[in-house]
């Protein structure tokens, strides 16, 4: 996700099929190959349904800094204490290369992967390859990489994955996943990883290229015995042709992955029917765990602080007849998203993360901004705890 300045263009970007990304070279190319499926390619790797219950908490060092404060019952506990209390296993910390001052750099997720460890979790690193935000409308190049060729950039890519991933290992932190980009729907590190560039043919082998050395880097900087699972992370949750079309793209290209991403957000991708259906046909194709790893749900339509929520009307929810934005309908909604997962064939539906659970007031998208997501919290505006929590409940 990335909280535009205006955040009703974040609906239109997203809403977008990978074809309208670039209809003036794609017009003509069906949105998957029909009957196509797919070999299983990569590392097999063992899983089970619901595995995974996780949550995003890149924002807690800043909203710490500002006097933030969260709690359970009346008793304050730091944040990732209080969801492996309630059965989160897993923490996504987000990097950028040069953000605002006190925004996600790899020290601030550094500190926080080990807080993560101590409270006896699993770190999935999330690395945009970007200075700030990134998403399937933004994927800027850092500055510092501005201008490389692509075999000069690929090889920057693997070296800074490499040091980063070793680095984490050294500091008592080692990673566990690593996202290769953000939401790399389109690409990443434009222009010369972008997918659908205007007037040019789609650019797959100069994207997977980078993609590649991203992994290899990754795998180069782990410790050898420990075991580091690689996410390719796409914005497609309820669009099963625009989901195909980039994995079936990338197999071909042989890029060797071990785990489907994908952000799921009703209010832009569909109801839970079109994400059950996705990920039913997703496993059945590909045969790899898949994660959704950004989900989040209204428990109030109300608004937290100066800047307009991307959720402001129930109209906004495809099932919001049977969860409304309530603490209850939030609660309600996640146990569906649970049973979505339980019930992928061959118990490839390994988890999900909640995105940003704890981003209550306080702290904006970006200096000097507000926070269009205050109303998708696990914690009201207080800090306290909401009922939703139940949902990283471990498996039976």
């Keep these: 996700m990335r909280p535009p300045a205006h955040p009703v263009s974040r609906r239109s970007a997203l809403a977008l099929p990978p074809i309208a990304l670039a209809a003036s070279q794609l017009a003509a190319v069906p949105p998957a190959f029909a009957g196509h499926q797919a070999p299983a390619h990569g590392r097999s790797r063992r ?5 995974i219950r996780g949550a995003d908490l890149s924002f807690t060092p800043q909203l710490e800094a500002v006097g933030v404060r969260f709690s359970d019952r009346g008793k304050v506990r730091p944040v990732e204490r209080i969801l492996a209390r309630y059965g989160a296993n897993y923490v996504r910390l987000r990097v950028w290369t040069a953000p605002p001052v006190g925004y996600s750099d790899a020290a601030s997720a550094l500190a926080m992967a080990r807080r993560a460890k101590r409270a006896g979790m699993k ?17 800027t190049t850092p500055a510092a990489w501005q201008g490389q060729d692509l075999p000069t950039l690929a090889a920057t890519v693997r070296g800074y994955t490499r040091a980063i991933v070793a680095t984490f290992a050294r500091e008592g932190a080692a990673v566990d996943m690593i996202q290769i980009g953000n939401e790399v729907t389109a690409g990443m590190l434009w222009p010369v990883g972008e997918l659908y560039p205007a007037g040019q043919p789609q650019r797959w082998a100069e994207f997977t290229t980078l993609l590649t050395a991203g992994i290899a880097g990754a795998r180069e900087g782990n410790p050898g015995r420990h075991r580091l699972d690689v996410m390719v992370h ?4 309820g669009d099963n042709g625009g989901a195909v079309w980039f994995y079936d793209h990338i197999a071909a290209e ?4 071990d785990v489907i991403g994908l952000s799921y957000y009703p209010f832009w991708h569909g109801p839970l029917a079109a994400l059950r259906a996705n990920l039913n046909d997703l496993a059945t194709r590909y045969g790899k765990p898949l994660v959704v790893v950004e989900a989040a749900y209204p428990w109030t339509l109300d608004n937290g602080d100066q800047l307009a929520n991307f959720i402001t009307s129930p109209d906004q929810l495809p099932d919001g007849a049977q969860y409304p934005a309530t603490p209850a309908g939030q609660a309600a909604y996640f146990e569906a998203l649970r049973t979505v997962l339980n019930e992928v064939p ?12 704890e981003w209550i007031p306080g702290v904006g998208w970006a200096p000097g901004e507000g926070n269009p997501n205050d109303n998708l919290t696990m914690f009201d505006w207080t800090g306290a705890a909401l009922p939703v929590l139940r949902a990283f409940r471990p498996p039976r």
Excluded at 47 to 51: D, E, N, Q, S, V
Excluded at 346 to 357: I, K, N, R, T, Y
Aim: net charge negative; proline share 5%; hydrophobic share 45%.
């Design 234 to 237: 796409i914005d497609r949750g």
């Design 123 to 139: 770190v999935l690193l999330n690395l945009h390859y970007s200075d700030f935000w990134a998403d399937p409308a933004h994927q």
């Design 346 to 357: 061959g118990g490839l539906g390994a988890g999900f993360f909640d995105w940003s659970p």
């Design 47 to 51: 899983t089970r349904a619901l595995a």
């Design 254 to 257: 042989g890029v060797d992955f």
